[in-house]
């Protein structure tokens, strides 16, 4: 198990486990001495814990909101409960979308001044939501401590809730998803800022669909330095510098204590697949048979990233010998496709085909129904790079099905 899924797991387990206290010990008695019925107060404590976790969760993202301005950030998309509010085209539309936090996502772009260097300021835009949850924490407990009979108990349940969202939020160690608490501890050192606004506008310029321009390779491999050395390896996979490529891939793969399981697995994926896909097999079965441990090679495969899915597809079709991976593995590209951000769909689109091509190449009477990923439909922003990776990376005619770009 990934550690932050142990991490995970724990604050959970702390969560729940408090819930249940509560209820027994705390809300029960209440309602009990105010002769509620079993049914009507479990309908009260659930209206309790729906409202102050929507409440919670909308102060957490107007808190994001409003510590970026405060930090003169520009705001690329809110997202709220599936709710996104997002920018295209220099507009704000409205549209249905996952996200990566516990109820909600903000993303920002950091500004710059006339001399290239970053005069956005990370620390408000995390604190604010951890001063707002106080805030409601605060509020919960005054309906607990002035009111009486079912609204106490009710006041006990927002409490809790309030408590919890805080606690969850604060934790600074890296949970299912990024929290303030965490990324606290990477920006209240001051040589971090750099990298993790570096980050923030490299994942913009994805989600927009915008080429990064220049970036830097960073020797110290963080959960936020891997998207931005991401950046050239990508760049030298479209001017078909695969060599290159390969290079910062295998000197990230050197440096990974800091990184999350799941970057590290993106980043094993990357290399395996660079190795199979040039047809340097040895190398790569002794990199990932001999240098990457039964668990790194378990993340490959069951990680549901197009870095993963691609790369795997290589190894069960090309190192294994193994059919029926290769037709489960590739049932899954669709759903990962269309988590790729906008500035790097057609690229990852080129490179999932070369495994699809390579595969068929080596297994020709494998019947196979290869599920390619769906097209998209291409805007101005993307134009460029589109036309770049077709010239770049020559594949054989690979079935597509049409599709929007739903990332």
Not at 113 to 136: G, Q, R, T, V, Y
């Amino acid at each position: 198990m990934k550690k932050e899924d142990w991490a995970s797991l724990i604050v959970y387990a702390i969560i729940i486990v408090s819930a249940i206290l509560v209820f027994l010990y705390v809300v029960s008695p209440i309602y009990v001495s105010n002769g509620v019925e079993g049914a009507m107060g479990f309908a009260y404590s659930l209206g309790g814990f729906l409202v102050t976790l929507i409440v919670g969760g909308l102060l957490t993202e107007i808190g994001h909101v409003l510590g970026a301005k405060i930090g003169k950030y520009q705001i690329i998309s809110v997202n709220f409960l599936w709710l996104n509010l997002y920018k295209k085209d220099n507009k704000f539309k409205f549209r249905f979308k996952s996200f990566d936090g516990l109820m909600g996502d903000t993303i920002v772009m950091p500004k710059k001044d006339e001399n290239d260097k970053f005069i956005s300021k990370p620390k408000a835009m995390l604190w604010l939501p951890i001063i707002f949850l106080i805030l409601l924490l605060v509020g919960s407990f005054f309906l607990y401590s002035l009111t009486e009979g079912i609204w106490q108990a009710v006041g006990v349940v927002s409490l809790f809730v309030s408590a919890m969202l805080l606690f969850y939020d604060i934790v600074p160690t890296q949970l299912d998803s990024l929290t303030d608490g965490y990324q606290l501890t990477i920006v209240m050192k001051k040589e971090n800022i750099e990298a993790f606004n570096e980050s923030l506008r490299v994942r913009s310029c994805n989600i927009l669909g915008q080429d990064p321009g220049d970036t830097k390779v960073f020797d110290d491999v963080t959960d936020y330095t891997y998207d931005i050395n991401l950046v050239k390896v990508y760049k030298y996979l479209l001017e078909n510098k695969q060599d290159e490529a390969y290079k910062i891939l295998d000197k990230m793969c050197q440096n990974t204590e800091k990184l999350s399981e799941k970057n590290k697995a993106k980043l094993f994926a990357q290399k395996t697949y660079l190795l199979i896909i040039n047809d340097k097999l040895t190398e790569a079965k002794e990199f990932y048979y001999e240098k990457l441990s039964q668990e790194e090679r378990k993340n490959i495969s069951n990680l549901g990233v197009i870095e993963c899915i691609r790369a795997y597809v290589l190894v069960a079709g090309i190192l294994e010998n193994s059919e029926g991976e290769v037709q489960y593995t590739t049932s899954r590209a669709n759903a990962a496709y269309k988590k790729v951000e906008s500035g790097r769909k057609e690229i990852e689109k080129t490179l999932y085909k070369n495994a699809l091509v390579k595969v068929r190449e080596k297994h020709p009477t494998w019947q196979l129904v290869l599920k390619d990923v769906k097209k998209v439909k291409k805007d101005d922003n993307q134009s460029a790079t589109s036309t770049k990776a077709k010239t770049n990376n020559k594949t054989s005619k690979v079935d597509d099905d049409d599709d929007e770009d739903d990332d």
